[in-house]
Nanobody
Framework: QVQLVESGGGLVQPGGSLRLSCAASGSIDNYVMAWYRQAPGNQREWVAVTSSGGTATYAESVKGRFTISRDNGKRTVYLEMNSLKPEDTAVYYC?????????WGQGTQVTVSS
């Protein structure tokens, strides 16, 4: 089993930046790693994904502003978030998926407000 721990959330002004990290307890080499978010009253939505080979794909709402990356040696996935908007406010979750395995972190709060 892989445990995921997110960090890096916080309060930031509109236009600001944050970098989220997702540290895994085991190897993530074979895993597809993704970030999701959930705002109050909304369903959890997919934000970005990186394949085991490092290919990244983004939701339209964050394309050009967010960057997902992975460091398999450090067992960590990152989400660099720039030009943040109030509508980016949500709890951000890390997800690891490989075959029948599907793991979630506990989430980290991101609040974009002046």
């Amino acid at each position: 089993q892989v445990q995921l721990v997110e960090s890096g959330g916080g309060l930031v002004q509109p236009g600001g930046s944050l970098r989220l990290s997702c540290a895994a307890s085991g190897s993530i080499d074979n895993y597809v790693m993704a970030w999701y978010r959930q705002a109050p009253g909304n369903q959890r939505e997919w934000v970005a994904v990186t394949s085991s080979g490092g290919t990244a794909t983004y939701a339209e709402s964050v394309k050009g502003r967010f960057t997902i990356s992975r460091d398999n040696g450090k067992r960590t996935v990152y989400l660099e978030m720039n030009s943040l908007k109030p509508e980016d406010t949500a709890v951000y979750y890390c997800n690891a998926r490989w075959n029948a395995y599907n793991y979630w972190g506990q989430g980290t709060q991101v609040t974009v407000s002046s």
